[in-house]
Nanobody, 115 residues
Framework: QVQLVESGGGLVQPGGSLRLSCAASGIIFRISAMGWFRQEPGKQRELVASITNRGSTGYADSVKGRFTISRDNAKNTVYLQMNSLKPEDTAVYYC?????????WGQGTQVTVSS
């Protein structure tokens, strides 16, 4: 059974930083491309960062230069370092394979950027 568990969200002031983690089980993590997605209320879920099994990364224009995705295959974990956070980054953040599988969505972790 595949399980993706996100953690690390919270309330942060504009300009602050957070590091999200996603622990994966039930998939062959080391060969899986992974992504971080986010969803604001009333909006579609969007891909914000991706990383291939070889470590190549990609970012949405809205987060480029501020967010960094990384992975630790020994720990079956993917990370999202978020710096210079803005109120518009407020959303529930999810990890999934990339492209995502409907079966793998977890609970996500809430990120709120507010003063």
């Amino acid at each position: 059974q595949v399980q993706l568990v996100e953690s690390g969200g919270g309330l942060v002031q504009p300009g602050g930083s957070l590091r999200l983690s996603c622990a994966a089980s039930g998939i062959i993590f080391r060969i899986s491309a992974m992504g971080w997605f986010r969803q604001e209320p009333g909006k579609q879920r969007e891909l914000v960062a991706s990383i291939t099994n070889r470590g190549s990364t990609g970012y949405a224009d809205s987060v480029k230069g501020r967010f960094t995705i990384s992975r630790d295959n020994a720990k079956n974990t993917v990370y999202l370092q978020m710096n210079s956070l803005k109120p518009e980054d407020t959303a529930v953040y999810y990890c999934n394979t990339n492209p995502p599988s409907v079966r793998y969505w977890g609970q996500g972790t809430q990120v709120t950027v507010s003063s």
